[in-house]
T-cell receptor
Framework: AQSVTQLGSHVSVSEGALVLLRCNYS??????LFWYVQYPNQGLQLLLK??????LVKGINGFEAEFKKSETSFHLTKPSAHMSDAAEYFC????????????FGSGTRLSIRP | DAGVIQSPRHEVTEMGQEVTLRCKPI?????LFWYRQTMMRGLELLIY????????DSGMPEDRFSAKMPNASFSTLKIQPSEPRDSAVYFC?????????????FGAGTRLSVL
């Protein structure tokens, strides 16, 4: 069975600082991994996705994530936070072999301090 | 494509009333998902369809909840009778899995308030 754990329900960083949102997964098969972002009063939208191949995945808005199989992690980073990055971020996993249902983490709310 | 379209965006109703939420998926997508989001429980998968057929409804909280997908371009989630604890934001999402990227595209959601 697949599961996702996001460490920290709320992360606060200063504008211009590094953003690091942590995600660990459990999967019995090679997984697809996703990061979604939800801005206030909107639906979720895809930031980036890992399937196979290169373990460092680049997404929109300067975000990237690295798939580390040995650590079962898929942490999301951005070198320099912007005020517009304030949102809820969800890590998600789906089984490689039958990628229909996606298991979402509980979410991390990112706040940006001026 | 206009994306996943949900209606209404906001619904306020009184306890005991029937509520119907609507969703139009992205054309050509073969999966449709209904989620519920609350502060207490986060994002919960209620039910999902493949080619209009319900695959897994284990997340539907009670018999008061029902979902249908009469054709590839329309789905409804109905609550009858509604209760205050049903107040939440309900999202519909669609994806193309077979031969596709399996990215779920979400609608803007319906914010339901049951008084």
């Amino acid at each position: 069975a697949q599961s996702v754990t996001q460490l920290g329900s709320h992360v606060s960083v200063s504008e211009g600082a590094l953003v690091l949102l942590r995600c660990n997964y459990s999967s019995s098969v090679p997984p697809y991994l996703f990061w979604y972002v939800q801005y206030p009063n909107q639906g979720l939208q895809l930031l980036l996705k890992y399937t196979t191949g290169a373990t460092l995945v680049k997404g929109i808005n300067g975000f990237e994530a690295e798939f580390k199989k040995s650590e079962t992690s898929f942490h999301l980073t951005k070198p320099s936070a912007h005020m517009s990055d304030a949102a809820e971020y969800f890590c998600a996993v789906s089984p490689y072999s039958s990628a229909s249902k996606i298991i979402f983490g509980s979410g991390t709310r990112l706040s940006i301090r001026p | 494509d206009a994306g996943v379209i949900q209606s209404p965006r906001h619904e306020v109703t009184e306890m005991g009333q029937e509520v119907t939420l609507r969703c139009k998926p992205i054309s050509g997508h073969d999966y449709l998902f209904w989620y519920r989001q609350t502060m207490m429980r986060g994002l919960e998968l209620l039910i999902y369809f493949n080619n209009n057929v319900p695959i897994d409804d284990s997340g539907m909280p009670e018999d008061r909840f029902s979902a249908k997908m009469p054709n590839a371009s329309f789905s409804t989630l109905k609550i009858q009778p509604s209760e205050p604890r049903d107040s939440a934001v309900y999202f519909c999402a669609s994806s193309l899995v077979t031969g596709g990227s399996n990215i779920q595209y979400f609608g803007a959601g319906t914010r339901l308030s049951v008084l």
